[in-house]
């Protein structure tokens, strides 16, 4: 399985690329994984409603560029569907049986992710009703791939 995750903004802090090394080299056993970074737009502490169109819109183009229509597509967004670890992981073996070879994910920027994207995506997950910032959103997301393939593969995995 080939899994990407499309992101906009790069990763800043030291801490958070370790974890996202440390999980991408946990993962190689089990998938080809790659993360992709969509520069961000600068955007101003109350941003209008036209701006926050164009920014969103912006950044929408620059992830667009990425998606493979033979992938599935999975958008994370707070308003998204909420699953546990098990059906998440359930999920992911679920689209392998189906022949999908390909998973994608989607993060978005500080103001989220275009509405007209979020409506392209095959599924909308959600992490919980709190806002995360977009770099740990990151790691979280690559910890539950981790965690999916340990249950999947039934190996040993703390609580
Ligand atoms: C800082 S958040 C954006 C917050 C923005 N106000 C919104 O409502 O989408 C950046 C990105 O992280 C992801 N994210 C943050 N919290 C999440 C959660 N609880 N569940 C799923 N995705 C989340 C989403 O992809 C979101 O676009």
Do not use: W
């Not at 089990?30 to 164009?54: F, G, H, I, M, R």
């Not at 667009?64 to 994370?76: G, Q, S, V």
Request: contains cysteine; proline residues 4%.
């Amino acid at each position: 399985m080939k899994i990407s995750i499309i992101c906009v903004g790069k990763i800043k802090e030291k801490f958070y690329r370790e974890a996202v090394a440390e999980y991408a080299k946990r993962l190689s056993r089990y998938c080809k994984l790659e993360v992709l970074e969509v520069e961000d737009e600068k955007t101003p502490e109350q941003p209008s409603p036209a701006q926050k169109e164009q920014i969103l819109r912006r950044e929408a183009e620059r992830m667009e560029r990425y998606i493979r229509p033979d992938a599935h597509l999975t958008a994370l967004a707070i308003e998204g569907r909420k699953m546990d670890s098990e059906q998440f992981a359930s999920r992911i073996e679920s689209l392998g049986v189906r022949g999908i070879s390909h998973i994608q994910f989607l993060i978005g920027g500080s103001l989220g992710i275009h509405p007209s994207l979020l409506d392209k995506a095959d599924d909308k997950l959600s992490f919980s009703d709190m806002t995360f910032p977009h770099q740990l959103m990151r790691v979280i997301l690559l910890e539950q791939i981790y965690r999916g393939y340990r249950i999947m593969n039934k190996e040993p995995y703390h609580k």
